[in-house]
């Protein structure tokens, strides 16, 4: 059978097709790193950095000027502005598919991908742009990647020259601790975090790697997680231009963003687990509970609280309010001629360190029952609560026959004082839980008492308090710290 020369034709057309269809699906199922191993392409080849504009304020910005002034540098270059919600009023952008608006809040109807800002990204690197900049010199992008690539540092950044340009500063995270400690960096072009305004461009990988890349604000979330995996922040003397006219040029408008800034922070540094903030000089920011909220833990179960389960230690704000309403409630008792000591893992965390353990989540003190009538908050709590005049809660305690005082109503943190009694030359007392440290000792501890630091104040403590504590815990005590229930959960992680 011999073929027409139509269908010799249509048979070479259908044959290529399938070639050409085969070739593309090879291509899709390769693998990622295997094609992102690629030569690099020259710029000429199309851009490698997508911008992603994330902070700026929906009711006064200058996005679509700094959107406009890269893509006059390059009309192909990727631009994603980033917002949890549509912005109101709506942003001025080009309707070019070069420019994308990524929403991060969930919409029932949008799928699962469109709330992922990775989505939207398939350039190797990113930058990120705050609201104010925008891009004059040429190439700027490109030297920056460069950069990057030759050095050593996972991010690198150049100040943009706003009223805040951007300085370098040292950045220490500690998860365990719930803290972040800022300081000045030893060098001033490679850092742990910046403070002011920059451009900051990583790998895409990178970013979309961190747990919480774009939340806001953008410099305070990236720095704490990209600080506490080690990488360092290069400054590159690359100026970005300032917005020709800037945002928040009003005082009503910088007023109502610095407020609205401070909101986000707070929530941001709660959500990662910071509770403690700290600068060069020795200003303090609190981020966590205080007299007018509840503690940062639920009630403890075992003897070991939530967040050693998570591996860290008690929240410092926690520490805080303890610190504060023992020295409280010490002033009080010594003020009444009340005969006190610092008991259990209160006086061990002196003996070990002077203060409360790093871990522990109340105070303890022993009190002589006979000297409770002296107190007028304890004769009070006797007959019920008593809520003093500095916001301290008075009460017996719902366990037994012993008294708590809370840091507030609110704020359940406490001191516990526990009414011991001699008994033939031996201290005992009426309430018995099960810890291996509620045990009777000799009286003789208590003859005299020894002052001792404590939380930042000075405490009365048994005498030969080391002995005291291995009567109660046993041999080396001291020296060899543990949770308090190491059969649920050991320092040593052997629990």
Known sequence: MRLTRCQAALAAAITLNLLVL????????????????????????????????????????????????????????????????????????????????????????????????????????????????????????????????????????????????????????????????????????????????AVVLLRARDLFNLSAPLARPVGSGLFLQTALRGWAVQLLDLPFAAARQPPLATAHARWKAEREGRTRRAALLHALGIRLVSWEGGRLEWFGCSKETPRCFGTVVGDTPAYLYEERWTPPCCLRALRETARYVVGVLEAAGVRYWLEGGSLLGAARHGDIIPWDYDVDLGIYLEDVGNCEQLRGAEAGSVVDERGFVWEKAVEGDFFRVQYSESNHLHVDLWPFYPRNGVMTKDTWLDHRQDVEFPEHFLQPLVPLPFAGFVAQAPNNYRRFLELKFGPGVIENPEYPNPALLSLTGSG
Do not use: K
């Not at 500690?174 to 803290?179: H, Y």
């Open 22 to 197: 085969f070739y593309v699906s090879w291509l899709q199922h390769q693998p990622r790193h295997s094609r992102a191993r690629a030569p690099r392409r020259s710029s000429a080849a199309g851009p490698r950095v997508t911008i992603l504009v994330r902070e700026f304020e929906a009711f006064d910005n200058a996005v679509p000027e700094l959107v406009d002034s890269f893509l006059q540098q390059d009309p192909a270059q990727p631009v994603v502005v980033v917002a949890d919600t549509l912005p109101y009023p709506p942003l001025a952008l080009p309707r070019i598919p070069s420019v994308r608006l990524a929403l991060l809040q969930p919409a029932l109807d949008r799928p699962a991908a469109a709330s992922r800002p990775e989505t939207y990204v398939a350039t190797e690197f990113v930058a990120l742009v705050p609201d104010g900049a925008r891009a004059e010199a040429p190439g700027q992008l490109e030297r920056m990647v460069e950069a990057l690539r030759a050095g050593s540092a996972r991010l690198v950044a150049a100040p943009v020259a706003t009223a805040n340009p951007a300085r370098c500063l040292a950045l220490n995270v500690s998860v365990r601790e719930w803290t972040a400690r800022y300081g000045q960096a030893p060098a001033a072009s490679r850092c742990d975090a910046l403070d002011g305004d």
